[in-house]
């Protein structure tokens, strides 16, 4: 089981920056791939990031490619989302999710667990 906490999330004008942390608990966090998803009024949630459980491989979604980063550190069992030149578009509830395989989150869209979310507002 692993419980996963997002934090970090907030209003930034459009070019702004915002780096969403995600704790997790339980002594397995290691052996999770990690991704971030988000979901916008209307819209279907939609895949983020995702990064490997030894952070070796990351994946990003075309939209957010040159603007995000996603990194992770296992001493602290937290997994990061750095959101830079940031959009209006980019507007969402993000969440935090854990897996067992980059296909599942990449692919599948899905993880087995998830966080509650975090609400990034950009102003224009």
């Known amino acids: 089981q692993v419980q996963l906490v997002e934090s970090g999330g907030g209003l930034v004008q459009a070019g702004g920056s915002l780096r969403l942390s995600c704790a997790a608990s339980?002594?397995?966090?290691?052996?999770?791939?990690m991704g971030w998803f988000r979901q916008a009024p209307g819209k279907e949630r939609e895949f983020v990031a995702a990064?490997?459980?030894?952070?070796?491989?990351?994946n990003l979604a075309d939209s957010v490619k040159g603007r995000f980063t996603i990194s992770r550190d296992n001493a602290k069992n937290t997994v990061y989302l750095q959101m830079n030149s940031l959009k209006p578009e980019d507007t969402a509830i993000y969440y935090c999710?854990?897996?067992?395989?980059?296909?599942?989150?990449?692919?599948?869209?899905?993880?087995?667990?998830w966080g509650q979310g975090t609400q990034v507002t950009v102003s224009s």
């Open positions: 339980g002594r397995t966090f290691s052996t999770y791939d």
């Open positions: 990064i490997s459980w030894s952070g070796s491989n990351t």
């Open positions: 999710a854990a897996a067992s395989s980059m296909y599942t989150i990449v692919t599948l869209g899905t993880a087995a667990y």
